[in-house]
């Protein structure tokens, strides 16, 4: 079975401080297209070089616009709420997107854990708080039909982002066993197997 016509491109959203592992994402996208099975292109976030997550979300619109057809989101950390916010915007032109250790959890009824892991991040990137503040707006507009079409890869020893700020309600979560933050995401990069069959499900 093969993919449908309609989905062009896959991209990958990069999280906070990967400036430095932008080369190593860039060299793998010719092996990402192809066990992905269509074109994928790491998208840089740039959380520490953007004055405002407005940039970020202005940079991403721009790729999106210049696809003619449909786009699969990949959300790497902080990058799924940029992803999260885009599904919003956008509404079926991208109809499924995966997560990698991702965030998900909008500034709601937090409990002292996720409270603390949000405020680490966000002192450690304001731009990323910013971007939690502008899901947090839009998060109730994310309808139960949309969470089914997101998978979720998330690390059991996740250290920055816990499960309940990862694994939303409806998601299809793949656990990564043993795992810390970074392995986790590095380890869910090379399960393509899955989510080229989770895209092309029906």
């Known amino acids: 079975m093969g993919l449908p016509i309609m989905i062009k491109k896959v991209l990958i959203l990069t999280g906070l401080n990967q400036e430095t592992t932008l080369p190593?994402?860039?060299?793998?996208?010719?092996?990402?297209?192809?066990?992905?099975?269509?074109?994928?292109?790491?998208?840089?976030?740039?959380?520490?070089?953007?004055?405002?997550?407005?940039?970020?979300?202005?940079?991403?619109?721009?790729?999106?616009?210049?696809?003619?057809?449909?786009?699969?989101?990949?959300?790497?950390?902080?990058?799924?709420?940029?992803?999260?916010?885009?599904?919003?915007?956008?509404?079926?032109?991208?109809?499924?997107?995966?997560?990698?250790?991702?965030?998900?959890?909008?500034?709601?009824?937090?409990?002292?854990?996720?409270?603390?892991?949000y405020k680490a991040l966000a002192k450690l990137n304001n731009v990323f708080g910013e971007g939690v503040e502008r899901y947090t707006k839009i998060y109730k507009e994310i309808l139960p039909k949309d969470w089914k079409k997101i998978m979720v890869f998330w690390a059991e020893n996740d250290e920055l982002i816990p499960k309940s700020c990862c694994v939303h309600k409806g998601m299809k979560p793949v656990e990564l066993k043993i795992l810390e933050h970074v392995s986790g995401i590095v380890i869910g990069l090379t399960r393509t197997k899955e989510m080229r069959e989770f895209i092309e499900k029906k």
């Open 24 to 117: 190593i994402l860039k060299m793998a996208e010719g092996k990402l297209s192809k066990d992905l099975g269509i074109e994928t292109k790491i998208f840089n976030s740039g959380w520490e070089s953007r004055k405002n997550f407005g940039e970020v979300e202005e940079r991403l619109s721009k790729k999106i616009d210049a696809v003619d057809g449909e786009v699969i989101l990949i959300g790497i950390s902080a990058g799924m709420v940029v992803a999260l916010v885009a599904k919003n915007k956008y509404g079926d032109k991208i109809p499924k997107m995966i997560s990698l250790c991702g965030w998900s959890r909008p500034k709601i009824k937090l409990n002292h854990e996720e409270k603390e892991k």
